[in-house]
């Protein structure tokens, strides 16, 4: 190990100093590996997005306007509060559905239990009598 330094030392190399890591050539490896440009990974540090559109004052459009834009598939802040107002509403319902559910549940246990309760006495019973 120490001749592996001791070479690397007189070739001006300290592989033990972590200030600065290597930099990577993206770029020459996918050419030499000739990767099509299209393919090309070495450019992606910047993305084209689209510009968020403004929002939009319902009252102070035009009647006409604001039924265009909803048969257009614009959602307006009002179909947006209904949306979650409707799935409030089935959230809730399907909430008081599991808890009903949940009580039938431990109705039907505490049935089974107390059933099989029964039959083992039952059993138990029917053995006294036959011995």
Do not use: C
Not at 17 to 44: F, H, M, Q
Not at 82 to 103: F, V
Not at 121 to 127: C, T, W
């Amino acid at each position: 190990m120490s001749s592996t330094t001791e070479r690397n030392a007189h070739a001006g190399i300290d592989l033990d100093r972590t200030d600065e890591l290597p930099a990577l050539d993206v770029s020459a490896y996918e050419a030499e590996r000739g990767i099509p440009p299209g393919e090309r990974i070495g450019s992606t540090d910047t993305w084209i997005a689209p510009a968020l559109a403004p929002p939009v004052d319902e009252a102070a459009l035009p009647a006409d306007v604001a039924g265009e834009i909803a048969v257009a598939g614009f959602d307006t802040p009002s179909a947006i509060f209904d949306t979650i107002r409707a799935l409030e509403t089935n959230l809730r319902a399907k909430s008081e559905l599991i808890a009903e559910l949940e009580e039938s549940l431990d109705r039907a246990e505490r049935e089974r239990g107390a059933a099989e309760k029964r039959a083992r006495e039952r059993e138990q019973a029917l053995a006294r009598i036959e011995h």
